[in-house]
């Protein structure tokens, strides 16, 4: 075969590559709404509709409510503090209130004031001790070691949500952490962090 003929034929099956990758693009759109009618999920519609003010033929598209949140009740949430050894550790709010089911973060703040670098871990109680099943913590810096300088200070976050099938009896909760260089001997939980938390002044509240 010539030269000229086979670049020639070879061109024409480039093309009609081309112009069906083209078309297979173009048929994407209609082909996934038909799936997503079939299937009675669309995951464009759920992303658009998680962004509040994306307007969508001229109207603002609202953020979907939880509604897994209680909003018929309050739980006060107590957070606690015990430092075993020479360095500061406290949390940056005394209480919260929350809705069962509603996300909530709340910040610890910790001080290595020792003048040589030291591993700590923190252990978490709570009370009452029903509480425990239902305090589900989606962020918490009690799940590692952490590293600090001396003088160095750090934040960390406690992100949590409390399951609303925990009793309606339940209407305050204290969060204790206890926070122990690593390498020693654990500490044991505090036997009373209700007592302890109340003893304390509510400053920063």
């Known amino acids: 075969m010539p030269p000229r003929r086979a670049n020639a034929r070879m061109f024409g099956k480039l093309a009609v590559i081309a112009v069906g990758m083209f078309a297979f693009g173009y048929a994407l759109v209609?082909?996934?709404q038909r799936i997503c009618e079939f299937t009675g999920i669309n995951i464009l519609a759920l992303s658009e509709r998680q962004v509040p003010g994306n307007g969508v033929a001229g109207?603002?598209?609202q953020a979907p409510?939880?509604?897994q949140v209680d909003r018929s009740r309050t739980i006060t949430v107590e957070f606690d503090a015990n430092a075993r050894g020479p360095w500061k550790f406290w949390p940056a709010q005394r209480s919260i209130q929350?809705?069962?089911g509603e996300l909530a973060t709340v910040m610890y703040e910790f001080e290595n004031v020792q003048n040589r670098r030291m591993a700590a871990q923190a252990i978490p109680s709570y009370a009452p001790s029903q509480a425990a099943a239902h305090f589900n913590k989606l962020e918490c810096f009690c799940?590692?070691?952490y590293t600090l300088e001396p003088g160095e200070k750090k934040q960390w976050p406690v992100v949590f949500v409390i399951d609303p099938r925990i009793s309606?009896?339940?209407t305050t909760i204290t969060l204790s952490y206890t926070f122990f260089e690593v390498g020693g001997r654990t500490p044991a939980a505090p036997a009373t962090p209700v007592?302890?938390?109340r003893a304390t002044?509510?400053?920063g509240t």
């Open 201 to 203: 002044p509510k400053a």
């Open 59 to 61: 109207r603002d598209v």
């Open 98 to 100: 929350v809705h069962p």
């Open 30 to 32: 209609p082909i996934y």
């Open 65 to 67: 409510r939880n509604t």
């Open 195 to 197: 007592a302890q938390v």
């Open 168 to 170: 309606r009896d339940v």
């Open 143 to 145: 799940f590692s070691q």
